[in-house]
């Protein structure tokens, strides 16, 4: 079972650039999160997802967009990287509603981004 | 806005000593969840321990246990027998309850605790 899985693990990007951060969870979960994480500091939320085809801000989207076309996947895109937005980023999914109720997130091993 | 709080950046221990680490937050709302997440060095978030606002006995697994008084928005967590293995970034966490919220299961993050663990 391999959960969450995100790539690239590591990525440098130059000011300007674009690129997309893949998230793909086998859960079949309705949920699903990206959040960030500055050096020393804890996660903020970006961008959120209640199931395919819905989507939502969080607290520091800007920068930022997603799409969610499947329940599996939920890529985030970077369209003119800053240095600001250099960080590491974790893709999570949960479930719920239905007969689990559970609230508990499940978290990628994260994407290590440097904007240079 | 719920905030939470980890006041203590760095704390170690011996090994099989037991440690606490603190947190604190900040909400209106009167029932909702709380957790600690562990990072370590590989950077995935671990679950640890999940404690319901509406109950009062204090969540334990294993080794884990955490101190939870509502009254003072505190959440401690408590790690006896340490092992080498407990080393790694403590994130307390906080989401709202469900019912008639609009949390959409947001986790909102403390800063984290460095716990090191001396053999």
């Known amino acids: 079972n391999a959960g969450v899985t995100q790539t690239p693990k590591f990525r440098i990007l130059k000011i300007g650039q674009s690129m997309t951060l893949q998230c793909t969870q086998d859960?079949?979960?309705?949920?699903m999160y990206w959040y960030r994480q500055d050096p020393g500091m804890g996660l903020k939320l970006i961008y959120y997802?209640?199931?395919?085809?819905?989507?939502d801000k969080g607290e520091v989207p800007n920068g930022y967009n997603v799409s969610r076309s499947t329940t599996e996947d939920f890529p985030l895109r970077l369209e003119l990287a800053a240095p600001s937005q250099t960080s590491v980023y974790f893709c999570?999914?949960?479930?719920?509603?239905?007969?689990?109720?559970?609230?508990?997130?499940?978290f990628g091993p994260g994407t290590r981004l440097t904007v240079l | 806005a719920q905030t939470v709080t980890q006041s203590q950046p760095e704390m170690s221990v011996q090994e099989a000593e037991t440690v606490t680490l603190s947190c604190t937050y900040d909400t209106s709302e009167s029932d909702y969840y709380l957790f600690w997440y562990k990072q370590p060095p590989s950077r995935q978030m671990i679950l640890v321990i999940r404690?319901?606002?509406?109950?009062?006995q204090n969540a334990t697994e294993n080794r884990f246990s955490v101190n939870f008084q509502k009254a003072a928005k505190s959440f401690s967590l408590k790690i006896s027998d340490s092992q080498l293995g407990d080393a790694a970034m403590y994130f307390c966490a906080y989401r709202a309850s469900e019912a008639g919220g609009t949390s959409y299961g947001k986790l909102t993050f403390g800063q984290g605790t460095i716990l090191t663990v001396h053999p």
């Open positions: 404690q319901e606002a509406y109950k009062q």
């Open positions: 859960m079949n979960h309705n949920y």
């Open positions: 997802s209640v199931g395919a085809g819905i989507t």
């Open positions: 999570a999914s949960t479930q719920r509603g239905g007969p689990e109720l559970t609230d508990t997130q499940y």
